[in-house]
Every structure is written in structure tokens, then in C-alpha cells.
């Protein structure tokens, strides 16, 4: 085994990956000042994808903000359904009201640690949620030389965490309980029991361990530990008593198991991939906005919100509901080539359970009885988060009578939404080519690709036109807008190709084959002398933000460097005209959609490296009102510029700037192949590939006019040459490529 090979073994992943990512914390030398609040915060941030934790206050009143995935109001109706807030746990310790204020996050073991010191006192909080318990752990210590007194409080949420606007914003009737056990524990619940269509409710238990009262006097190099567990009634049907019941069997000894296992979890996570660039301030980011999503995305039935699971106040903006007119999907893009499949694998559920009101919306406003057509605002358990309601109907009325409305439905005009959801299913099937996974989304794609073929109108050219399709919200009446050709020729492909790989629907696949290759083009005009898309062919024809022009290019993935020339240039003249590098929908595609065409290397870094520089110390963009969607801006660029599919075609570095080195490891590509190499002074060190599913290779080759040497499985070997190589792979293949000096 070569020193590579043995690099990309299962310890040389673990170890490499700590070597890199251990570098990186996120470091605050002031308390946040946004939160609570409606939007993204800008405090530490900790969680395990179904709990989250925000820390907040002054040294004198530490707070732990606490929330979880699955603890909604779900009731359909606009400005009714939403994350809840649960409560949190508040520090009191006046004696530190003048410390110093310090809190650092270690991206690679998911722990903080918090360092208030007033003159001669010195605490020392350690704190994380355990990443397979939900349950947050409070470890605090007296490093100074004074004892430090105190109180620790499970609360229900304060006044200020709640937005009460009528009519727009409701206070609705929550039922909440608090309860102090004799032994020391306090337990809060909240719920949603009336007024609802499906009941909810959450649970939180506390206490400091071995001790009956939540007061404490933390002598001088004393130490205690807090323990706070948390549920929900999807969890535990009596969450209350489960939360009782794991904070009572919490001793010294199943916390010290439960910490190792937190740190397990963590380094299993970052060793599932990694890449390493010389600039570090990218990099941070890289591994920062990853940290982001493994914190609040596992949960294979519910989705984080907007603002991740980091909910601080009722009623977060939009709802803080799953937006499918690309918010809600912009999250995952970096994920699943970073080859974090677990933290992606919450996508679907909620696109899946909105089937039966998406069929009821296809058939009343399109005619089209076995398609899908979605509203822009859905939430978990199918809930419609913009549905048609009083409040709409009291304060937006405007929606209503401008033809936003559709049985009930807030479209704006727009009928890309469920192909947007299509997106992520595209990447997911296409780099891991599960089958399990395939028939679990097919009866979706099947029906966006029946909506697509049914809904399109053939012209007099012969040709397929969209009609009457929003390019932006309210472009009520448009035709051919850019992003629904690229996402509806997405969907049909992708149906095609899972009709196949599952033996299903083969006359169904004729027509979807017809209806792809006979669609409009993408439309184009010419502005400062140059050729670039056109948003639509009859409608508005450019917008001075938002990146919808290039959407087509990515994520609906239908122009690469194997496209024609003539597409290529166009793509390229049109991310030049559009800069839009700092836009506060956009970003998230628009890099991405540059490198996928070949714009400048160096412009790109320049410009990812001033978008990592434009956050708050947790990875959150500054100043811009969203949220989680911005954690997949710099994955996603950074493992497309070093490792990307364009066409059948899988090229390494294929837009980096050959003078920089670059590492990586486990990028995950379309045909399920797991990527790793090295660029070193200016050349490539060497492929290694593994093959999940055997699925053909095709890669241009690393050493242009060299022989390589191909081994297989670590025993057989031959040399290939030529400019581009073709290998067949079985099922567990594993192949390691070098140039033949």
C-alpha cells in the first residue's frame, strides 16, 4: 500500500480529516446581539440535528436557548403553521456581570466551551447535545480562585420570544406546564392541541446531578454538570415522562460513555470526506457551514427549517416554513458530494407527504389528474404553510386578487416548485444509484414528469412551450422562463432514467423522451454587446438581483464543459453581466453555476474568499435575512472545482487554478463513484476511485499524453492511455491511478 492509498484508509480519513477540520473554531469575544429573533441568529450554535441550541447573554446570565425539528404549530393555513420555541435554560451568576466574555466552538468535536473571568473568579462552561441523545450537557468548572455562586433554570419561553401582530401575526393558544420534582428536577412542556390539524407537543427535563436544589456555591476547583433531556410526542408518546425518566438515569459514569460517543459521531462524520486548499479562510468556511447542517439535519422526518433548527422566536419570517421556490432546497447541494448522505437524508419526507394536496393542485388549476403541481410554502406532516385563510384573506388580499392564488394555494404564478424539489433527488440517485432510494421517490418524479409532459403546449414550430409560468414571484403570465426549462428537462430525464433503472412505466418514458428532446431552447438576448440568457421568452427579460437567469446551469445541471461551445459562452458572458457574488437569494447557485461552465478559477476564489468574510462568527451571512440555505454556497463550489461529472465525463480540478495545491477525499459524483487526489506543484499525484454500484467510468485523463497505471483492487494492473479513459467497474471496485513516469 502506497503512502496515498494507505492516507484514504479508514484510520488515514479519520486521522487526516482531524488534522484538518480540528483546526477550525468559531470564536466570540462579545455576547450576540440578534436574538431571540425572527431570522438567522449570530450566536454559537450547537445541535444534533434534531435539537438545537443557541447560547446567548452576558457572563451574568448565560442562556441556552432551546428548540427541536419537530416541534411545529401544524395547521394549513397562511401565517398559521411554524417552528415553535420550547424554552431554555438560564445561567444566573451575578457575581460575573463585569467578566470577560469569551466563547469558542470546536467544529471538530461539536463542544463549547464559554470563559467568564472577574478579576480573581474564572468559570469555564463546556457544553454540547449529544449527537445520538437529545440532551443538552452542561459541564461547569472554578478555575479562579474565588467560589462562584449561582442558580440554573429550566424556563419556558419569555415574552420576548414571541411576535404578537394581528391580524398578520397571531399569538395562538399554546398549552404549557412547569413542574419542580423533589429531587431537584424541573420539567417544562409545550403544546399544540386545538385550533390544529395534527396535535404537537415537546418536553424538556433538568437538574444539576447529585443535588436537589438548582442553587449552587462552585468552590474553588469544584466542578458540576447540568443535564438537560428533550422529546417531543413524534418521539415518546408521553415525552414529559421519557425526558423524567433519561435525566434520572443520567450518573457520572453513562455521561462520560455518552461524551466519547458525541466525539465518535463527529469524527465519523468529517472522516466521511475532506478537502484541504491553501486558503484557510474559505476552508474555514467549508467546514463551518458543514458543521451548520450536521447540527440540525438528520432527522429523517423532519426537516430543519429556514433558520435551521435554531428557533428563538415565534413567528419566524416566512413562517420559517420549507419555501420550494429554492430555499428549501438549497441546503443540501454541498452535501451529498461531500458525501454526507446522513445529514441530507431529511430532504424528502416533507416533498413526499405533500403528494395528495399536490395532486388535488395539478388536477383543479392544470387539468392534469396523475401530476404534481406545489404551492411555495409546505412544512413537515403535509401542511400547507401558505394556504388561502382569513389572515390572508384580511392583510394580503393583494395575493388573492392579482391571480397568486389558485384554489387556495399561493403559487405566485409560478409552477416550477415541485421540480425544484426534484433537484436534490436528481443528485442523491444519481451519486449513490440506490435503488431502495430510487423507488422511494419515483411515484414523486413521476409525477412532476407527467405534470411537465401534460401541461406543455406544442407551437407551430414543432415545439414545446411552457405557458403562464412565473419566472419570479408575481411574473404572473410568462412564457419559457429560463429555470423551468432547465428544471422541467431535469425531471424528465430523471424520470426516464429511473423508469429504467426500476423496469417501470416504459410507455410513460417514450412521451417524457419526446416532450425533452422537442422543448423550447433557452432563450436569449444581447445586452453590452454580448449574447446571455434571456430570464424568459415573453416576460421580463432581466432582474437586478436573484440568480433565477443561471439556474438552469445549476442545480437543473443542463449545461456543463461537455456542452456545446456556443452554450458554454453565453453561460460564461451571463455570470459577467450578472455578478451576482454578494446577492442574498442567489449565491448558493450562482457560484456553483459558475464553476459548472468554466468561468475564471482565480475570480471565483476571489470571490468566494470576500463571501467567507461577509459572516457572522457562527458561518451565518451577515446581514442577509435567511439562513441555512447560505451552508451550501462554499461546499458546493469548492468540491465542484475540484472534482465534477460534466456530461458522462468525470474530471479532476477541472476550474482550479493550477498553480494552487489541493486535497481531497471521498467526494461523491454522479455513477456513486468516491473520489480522492491530490494536486501538487502544478500536477496531479494521483485517482483513487471506489465504485458503489459498478457503474461505467469514464475519466479525462490527470497526465494529458501520459501512460497510466491502473490498479484494481490492490492486485491487478495494466497501463491505459489516451485523453480519456473508460473503465468498467463491478459493485466494491476500488482502483488507484498514477501517470507512468
Known sequence: MSIAQEALSKQGLLKKS???????????????????????????????????????????????YLARNDFWRLKSGFNESYPAVLGKVELSMPMLKKASYQVNVDLYTAIATSTFKSGDALLVIKSFVSAQNDCLILHL??????????????????????????????????????????????????????????????AAAGKILGRQQPTFNLKVGDSLTYVCALSSNFKNRDCAQAVLKTVNGLKAKKLRALENAHKKWWADFWAESYVEIPDKLIEKQYYRSHYLMGSCSRDTQFAPPIFGTWITKEIPNWNGDYHLNYNYMAPYYGLYSSNHLGA????????????????????????????????????????????QNAIMENTFGGYIKGGQVEYQGLFFGQKSNVSYGVTNMATAFYTTYDRRYARKIYS?????????????????????????????????????PILSLGLARQTLQLAMDLSAYLNMDDQLALKWAEVKENLAVF??????????????????????????????????????????????????????????????????????AAVRVGYSADRILQHLNQYSRHTYPNGFQLDNPHGIENCSTVPTTINQMLCGTHG???????????????????????????????????????????????????????????QVSCHKNGKKTWLMKGNRLQIDTKKGDHFYLVAVR
Not at 450554535?45 to 447560547?55: D, E, K, P, Q, Y
Not at 420576548?160 to 429531587?183: C, I, R, S, W, Y
Not at 403546449?457 to 403570465?477: C, L, P, Q, S
Not at 452554450?567 to 447557485?589: K, P, Q, V
Request: net charge negative; aromatic share 10%.
Open 344 to 387: 441530507a437524508s431529511s430532504y424528502e419526507q416533507p416533498l413526499l407527504d405533500f403528494m395528495e394536496r399536490g395532486k388535488f393542485y395539478s388536477k383543479e388549476i392544470a387539468g392534469i389528474t396523475d401530476g404534481l403541481l406545489y404551492p411555495v410554502g409546505i412544512g413537515p406532516k403535509g401542511m400547507e404553510t401558505t394556504r
Open 141 to 202: 468548572q472554578n478555575k479562579g480562585t474565588l467560589p462562584i455562586n449561582g442558580q440554573i433554570d429550566l424556563l419556558l419561553p419569555d415574552k420576548d420570544q414571541f411576535k404578537n401582530n394581528p391580524p398578520t401575526e397571531m399569538l395562538f393558544p399554546a398549552v404549557t406546564k412547569t413542574e419542580h420534582g423533589t429531587n431537584g428536577t424541573t420539567l417544562i412542556s409545550r403544546g399544540f392541541d386545538t385550533l390544529v390539524d395534527i396535535p404537537t407537543k415537546a
Open 18 to 64: 482531524k488534522a484538518i477540520v480540528s483546526q477550525y473554531t468559531t470564536n466570540f469575544d462579545q455576547p450576540p446581539a440578534r436574538i431571540p429573533s425572527q431570522v438567522a441568529v449570530d450566536a454559537p450554535l450547537l445541535g444534533n440535528g434534531s435539537t438545537g441550541v443557541a447560547i446567548a447573554g452576558p457572563p451574568e446570565k448565560q442562556s441556552y
Open 444 to 480: 414523486y418524479v413521476r409525477g412532476a414528469a407527467q405534470f411537465w409532459s401534460s401541461y406543455v403546449k406544442k407551437d407551430a414550430n414543432g415545439r414545446y412551450v411552457i405557458f403562464n409560468d412565473a419566472i419570479h414571484e408575481g411574473t404572473v403570465g410568462d412564457s419559457n
Open 648 to 706: 458522462a465525463v468525470l474530471k479532476l480540478f477541472p476550474v482550479w487554478p493550477k498553480q494552487q495545491n489541493a486535497l481531497f477525499a471521498n467526494l461523491r459524483v454522479n455513477g456513486a463513484f468516491l473520489v480522492s487526489s491530490n494536486l501538487r506543484d502544478g500536477a496531479v499525484d494521483y485517482v483513487e476511485i471506489s465504485s458503489e454500484q459498478g457503474q461505467p467510468l469514464i475519466l479525462d485523463n490527470p497526465w494529458p499524453g501520459k
Open 523 to 592: 432563450p436569449v438576448q444581447e445586452r453590452n454587446g454580448k449574447q446571455v440568457f434571456r430570464y424568459t421568452e415573453k416576460g421580463p427579460a432581466w432582474w437586478n438581483d436573484n440568480s433565477l437567469g443561471i439556474q438552469h446551469i445549476f442545480p437543473a445541471m443542463q449545461i456543463d464543459l461537455e456542452s456545446e461551445q456556443n452554450l458554454i459562452d453565453i453561460a460564461r458572458n451571463t455570470i459577467e453581466e450578472m455578478g451576482r457574488w454578494s446577492d442574498n437569494n442567489g449565491t448558493n447557485s450562482f457560484f456553483p
